[in-house]
């Protein structure tokens, strides 16, 4: 019944314009078909991934949470702020921190009296 239908349509995979015999065809070709179907396989594959590297970073934050001194950057990570909020915080008084060097640090306990 269906048999005499010809749809113009764009190859999913090639973007190559063919004509389709039936409405649910994506592909020009066997070969795009089957080359797409690995690209989707290997973005499954990446997206089950995804939630490990996750993971590992909440994992980093909680051994910042251990830490008795903390960087910049580590502080940043740990409250979910920006450096300028940090460096606005230790020059207003809130925050005190020290140097090393050129290192400024604080101590994790600075953090924890914001909270009291
Ligand atoms: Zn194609």
New binding site residues.
């Given amino acids: 019944m269906s048999s005499n239908i010809e749809i113009r349509k764009i ?1 999913q ?4 314009s ?1 004509i389709a015999r039936t409405t649910v065809t994506k ?3 066997h ?2 078909a089957s080359r797409n179907y690995k690209k989707r396989k290997r973005d499954e594959k990446i997206q089950q991934v995804a939630p490990v590297s996750v993971q590992r970073m909440e994992f980093n934050q909680e051994q910042l949470k251990d830490k008795d001194f903390l960087s910049i950057d580590e502080t940043c990570k740990l409250l979910g702020t920006s450096r300028m909020t940090i460096y606005r915080q230790i020059k207003s008084g809130n925050i005190k921190a020290g140097k090393i060097g050129r290192r400024t640090i604080i101590k994790r306990t600075e953090i924890d009296k914001l909270f009291q």
């Fill in positions: 190859c995979d090639c973007g190559n063919f592909f020009c070709s070969k795009c």
